[in-house]
């Protein structure tokens, strides 16, 4: 569970601690007051995509650290494989910073890492179910993919995406090797060519810029040599030197320096003027004797530099992304040329990647078959809870991609698998069963999300769910329903719930209000948590707003009243 979220200097947060409690968790406010501020937060130390815009005005860095307690053996064995740290113990401690140049900083438990290492254990750690789904629900991909996560089918469906990569990249090698041949040899002289190209240059990690500041220097030489003469001549070779001239006014002070404490520190920093003036001369003495101007070497330079500047405009800006580039045709080059590969040997190799394809796109269909069946009549019950009480809900899936035996074909199907899933519904009785993206109102849509969420949040094994504002197009008379919903799936996860239905935060075990203020024409957002007459005025403003009386303040009462009872009866 997350147990704390600690916020500073976040677009209009300055500092605040977030304590959350193992089940139900509400923040509710009124609109415009920054809600959404603390998922922000939340996604930012998940590894999600930030930039300097959510440093506050005026600061130097944000920073969000979440506190997280881990009970699951096996996710957290996850982790430690994920950050390489297998110290870790129940108590995690993830942490996310960024300056206003846009620079992040990542660390677990004190420890440096990766943006993609923090939202690979962010993604074992919560799953975030965002305002803005109900329009994903009506692809039919993301359709699939419900229905794969709620029958545990997601590894399957990898393992089979795994497959068909490869049976895809061996099926383009096998169309270049069989139906052009010409073309093939002509790229393979290519990238012989452009491999041998790079290798010849024998380019080093920063080369360039070693050259770079050496042929500044050679470029330069008669001014630095002729500057050098010059200065130590004045310093100290001629008979007018500086040196020389230095000498008799030490002397002179120093015959009076023990006479008054001023004079001796005059003295001691003219002598020590002298001696340092004297060291100075001595290394450009050195400096003069040891310099070398070699013209060749300059040439060499220049032609050094010239082949990188040609190898750049070809092959990529940096010698880094020159030498990936090589590294990349080399194994375009070795698949192309390797030794002993055939077309023949490529269809040998398909046939085996078409049966492994085959058995288990079978089995994928067979899962997905069993998952709708289980699926549907759960999802129908949901919505006669969530007022639609003769709605009918059917999670259709069909296989397309058949050839003219009747058995799926390989080269029609997708990464996905054999299937298509659409999902039907009927609102009202007497209606046939139609695609939910033909039919379905905003509220409807809502309503069938609710319902999947719920039934998915049950098989998600992810400790922390969190619910942006998906009451989205609901009604009041639907929050008490979804209220207990949530307060449901809180008995197997920690939920976090983002609301403006007082009905829904009547269900909280932790309610947290969001408030926005302007002190000296600055806005700041405070984050408090509420219990006792706190709570209820909240209750109450959620109700009315600000024109509440004491009968919505009656009204507060009996949610909160009625919503405890609900969830003690249930256990």
Same mark, same amino acid.
């Given at each position: 569970?997350?147990?704390?979220?600690?916020?500073?200097?976040?677009?209009?947060?300055?500092?605040?601690?977030?304590?959350?409690?193992?089940?139900?968790?509400?923040?509710?406010?009124?609109?415009?007051?920054?809600?959404?501020?603390?998922?922000?937060?939340?996604?930012?130390?998940?590894?999600?995509?930030?930039?300097?815009?959510?440093?506050?005005?005026?600061?130097?860095?944000?920073?969000?650290?979440?506190?997280?307690?881990?009970?699951?053996?096996?996710?957290?064995?996850?982790?430690?494989?994920?950050?390489?740290?297998?110290?870790?113990?129940?108590?995690?401690?993830?942490?996310?910073?960024?300056?206003?140049?846009?620079?992040?900083?990542?660390?677990?438990?004190?420890?440096?890492?990766?943006?993609?290492?923090?939202?690979?254990?962010?993604?074992?750690?919560?799953?975030?179910?965002?305002?803005?789904?109900?329009?994903?629900?009506?692809?039919?991909?993301?359709?699939?993919?419900?229905?794969?996560?709620?029958?545990?089918?997601?590894?399957?469906?990898?393992?089979?995406?795994?497959?068909?990569?490869?049976?895809?990249?061996?099926?383009?090698?096998?169309?270049?090797?069989?139906?052009?041949?010409?073309?093939?040899?002509?790229?393979?002289?290519?990238?012989?060519?452009?491999?041998?190209?790079?290798?010849?240059?024998?380019?080093?990690?920063?080369?360039?810029?070693?050259?770079?500041?050496?042929?500044?220097?050679?470029?330069?030489?008669?001014?630095?040599?002729?500057?050098?003469?010059?200065?130590?001549?004045?310093?100290?070779?001629?008979?007018?030197?500086?040196?020389?001239?230095?000498?008799?006014?030490?002397?002179?002070?120093?015959?009076?320096?023990?006479?008054?404490?001023?004079?001796?520190?005059?003295?001691?920093?003219?002598?020590?003027?002298?001696?340092?003036?004297?060291?100075?001369?001595?290394?450009?003495?050195?400096?003069?004797?040891?310099?070398?101007?070699?013209?060749?070497?300059?040439?060499?330079?220049?032609?050094?530099?010239?082949?990188?500047?040609?190898?750049?405009?070809?092959?990529?800006?940096?010698?880094?992304?020159?030498?990936?580039?090589?590294?990349?045709? %080399? *194994?375009?080059? @070795?698949? $192309?040329?390797?030794?002993?590969?055939?077309?023949?040997?490529?269809? /040998? !190799? +398909?046939?085996? &990647?078409?049966?492994?394809?085959?058995?288990?796109?079978? %089995? *994928?269909?067979? @899962?997905? $078959?069993?998952?709708?069946?289980?699926?549907?009549?759960?999802?129908? /019950? !949901? +919505?006669?809870? &969530?007022?639609?009480?003769?709605?009918?809900?059917?999670?259709?899936?069909?296989?397309?991609? $058949?050839?003219?035996?009747?058995?799926?074909?390989?080269?029609?199907?997708?990464?996905?698998?054999?299937?298509?899933?659409?999902?039907?519904?009927?609102?009202?009785?007497?209606?046939?069963?139609?695609?939910?993206?033909?039919?379905?109102?905003?509220?409807?849509?809502?309503?069938?999300?609710?319902?999947?969420?719920?039934?998915?949040?049950?098989?998600?094994?992810?400790?922390?769910?969190?619910?942006?504002?998906?009451?989205?197009?609901?009604?009041?008379?639907?929050?008490?329903?979804?209220?207990?919903?949530?307060?449901?799936?809180?008995?197997?996860?920690?939920?976090?719930?983002?609301?403006?239905?007082?009905?829904?935060?009547?269900?909280?075990?932790?309610?947290?209000?969001?408030?926005?203020?302007?002190?000296?024409?600055?806005?700041?957002?405070?984050?408090?948590?509420?219990?006792?007459?706190?709570?209820?005025?909240?209750?109450?403003?959620?109700?009315?707003?600000?024109?509440?009386?004491?009968?919505?303040?009656?009204?507060?009462?009996?949610?909160?009243?009625?919503?405890?009872?609900?969830?003690?009866?249930?256990?």
């Amino acid at each position: 569970m997350l147990q704390e979220l600690y916020i500073t200097n976040f677009v209009l947060i300055d500092k605040v601690t977030i304590r959350l409690c193992e089940r139900l968790n509400v923040f509710s406010g009124a609109t415009g007051v920054g809600k959404s501020l603390v998922i922000g937060a939340l996604n930012f130390i998940l590894g999600g995509r930030a930039n300097a815009d959510v440093v506050r005005s005026g600061k130097e860095e944000a920073t969000v650290i979440g506190k997280f307690s881990v009970n699951d053996k096996d996710i957290l064995g996850h982790i430690k494989k994920v950050s390489g740290n297998n110290d870790l113990e129940d108590e995690l401690i993830l942490q996310r910073s960024i300056d206003t140049s846009g620079r992040s900083r990542c660390r677990l438990n004190d420890m440096p890492v990766t943006v993609s290492m923090l939202k690979e254990v962010g993604e074992m750690l919560v799953t975030i179910h965002g305002q803005h789904e109900h329009e994903t629900l009506l692809h039919g991909v993301n359709q699939l993919f419900i229905l794969d996560d709620f029958g545990g089918i997601s590894p399957l469906r990898e393992d089979f995406a795994g497959i068909f990569r490869q049976y895809t990249e061996k099926t383009r090698l096998r169309d270049e090797l069989k139906n052009n041949q010409n073309e093939r040899r002509q790229k393979i002289d290519l990238y012989a060519f452009q491999v041998d190209e790079i290798d010849t240059a024998q380019l080093r990690t920063g080369e360039a810029e070693e050259l770079e500041k050496e042929r500044l220097l050679l470029s330069n030489a008669e001014k630095i040599y002729g500057t050098i003469t010059s200065c130590y001549a004045q310093l100290y070779e001629s008979s007018e030197s500086i040196v020389e001239k230095l000498k008799p006014v030490v002397r002179e002070l120093q015959s009076v320096a023990k006479l008054d404490e001023t004079l001796q520190k005059i003295f001691d920093s003219c002598s020590q003027s002298h001696y340092q003036i004297e060291d100075a001369a001595f290394a450009l003495g050195k400096y003069r004797d040891g310099f070398n101007y070699d013209s060749q070497r300059l040439e060499y330079i220049e032609e050094r530099l010239n082949t990188m500047r040609k190898l750049k405009a070809k092959y990529g800006a940096t010698v880094e992304d020159i030498l990936a580039y090589r590294d990349e045709t %080399e *194994l375009k080059l @070795k698949q $192309l040329s390797g030794e002993g590969t055939s077309a023949e040997q490529l269809d /040998e !190799e +398909l046939q085996a &990647l078409t049966d492994q394809l085959l058995r288990k796109g079978g %089995e *994928l269909t067979r @899962k997905r $078959l069993a998952t709708a069946e289980k699926l549907s009549p759960l999802i129908n /019950e !949901e +919505l006669h809870e &969530l007022g639609i009480p003769h709605g009918r809900f059917c999670a259709q899936v069909v296989s397309p991609f $058949l050839n003219k035996d009747g058995n799926p074909d390989v080269s029609g199907a997708h990464s996905h698998g054999f299937d298509q899933t659409e999902f039907l519904i009927s609102p009202n009785p007497g209606e046939d069963l139609k695609p939910l993206r033909k039919i379905a109102s905003g509220g409807e849509i809502s309503r069938v999300m609710l319902a999947l969420k719920h039934q998915l949040a049950k098989v998600d094994k992810t400790p922390v769910l969190v619910f942006d504002e998906i009451d989205a197009n609901i009604g009041g008379r639907m929050g008490e329903v979804i209220g207990g919903k949530l307060s449901g799936i809180a008995r197997s996860h920690q939920v976090i719930c983002i609301t403006h239905l007082p009905q829904i935060a009547s269900y909280a075990d932790e309610q947290l209000k969001i408030s926005k203020a302007v002190k000296n024409g600055v806005t700041h957002s405070t984050i408090e948590s509420l219990s006792g007459d706190a709570r209820l005025e909240e209750i109450a403003d959620m109700i009315r707003g600000s024109e509440k009386t004491d009968i919505t303040r009656k009204q507060a009462q009996e949610m909160l009243r009625d919503a405890k009872k609900k969830v003690k009866s249930k256990g």
